[in-house]
């Protein structure tokens, strides 16, 4: 029988545990897994694309479980009703190569989208930081906005979404937990007096969302949007003036901003950082970029949290998942042992 965790006891979990002590202990998960990034097993995602959105396969390893995820982005679902996102995850063991978790995973990767960003922004943003900017009020800010105060303590966030009934939703689910917010009338407005910028829209296009005089010395983005070929939020020119990070390089140079410039174009992989192969901010001034674009270990690190703080508790239950003949040798035996139907 294999562990699962269905949509609705993800979200009694995120009731439970709360978004914010979910993204502090999600974080350490994260922090260990990039801290042992060498021995895992590294590919850039498996992408199916059509002229609809893209469907994606994401698996690693580190020689004792195995994790995929099964991810779509379909930026033009939301007009159709249906979520831009949705995902589910599977943790395994490479010894027998049975699944031993299954999981939701759209609840659980907006969690580990925005944890990854707070891991990455607790490091690369000046410490003073008081102030985001959020570029893009759609499912992930929430997420980006709790996870940020859990790392960081920052409640002052300045919005803009082109349209405003974003902004109200962002502002009807924030303000009664305690953050100040500001909807903006446009992108110069939202940045002026930003520390971090956020930049998080779903229009599967090569878009400037940020341009290079909206980008002062010594901010951090945290560029979340950039996810697919052919998908981007930064004027190229902002690249040229700061320090990017990324996650696997050889995936982000196919998805994320850095698409837009030369293959041999500089970046710091952020798991050297943690381990003190590389520095992080080296200024007050430097500019830094976080160019997300998610990556597979950071759903097994998701998944290894979930499965932990769910673990013998009734939020797991269990399903039917691996054919287990008394005979290993005789899978047919399963079939004959079924009375007939009628």
Known sequence: MTQFVDVPNMARWIQREGVEGIMRNMVKYLERDFARWEK????????????????ELMPTSDGEEYSFKYVNGHPFNPARGYQTVTAFGVLANVDNGYPTFLAEMTLLT???TAATSAMVGKRLARQDSKRMAMIG???Q???QALAFRAAMGIEDLDVYDVDPAAMDKLKRNLEPLGFRINAMTSTDEAVANA??????TADKAQNTILVDSHVKPGVHINAVG?????????EAAILYR???FVEFPEQTRIEGEIQQVEEDF??????????DQAPGRTSEEEITIFDSVGFAIADFSALRCLRDSTNGTELQSYIDLVAEPEDPKDLFSLVNSLKPVG
């Open 40 to 55: 895992f097993d590294k590919i850039p995602r498996v992408a199916s694309h059509t002229p609809f959105g893209v469907i």
């Open 110 to 112: 907006a969690l580990r």
């Open 137 to 139: 009020a759609g499912s």
């Open 141 to 143: 800010a929430e997420f």
């Open 195 to 200: 520390d971090i910028i956020t930049t998080c």
């Open 226 to 234: 950039g996810d697919c070929p052919g998908k981007t939020e930064l």
């Open 242 to 244: 700061s320090t990017v």
């Open 266 to 275: 500089p970046v710091v992989e952020f798991w050297k950082v943690l381990t």
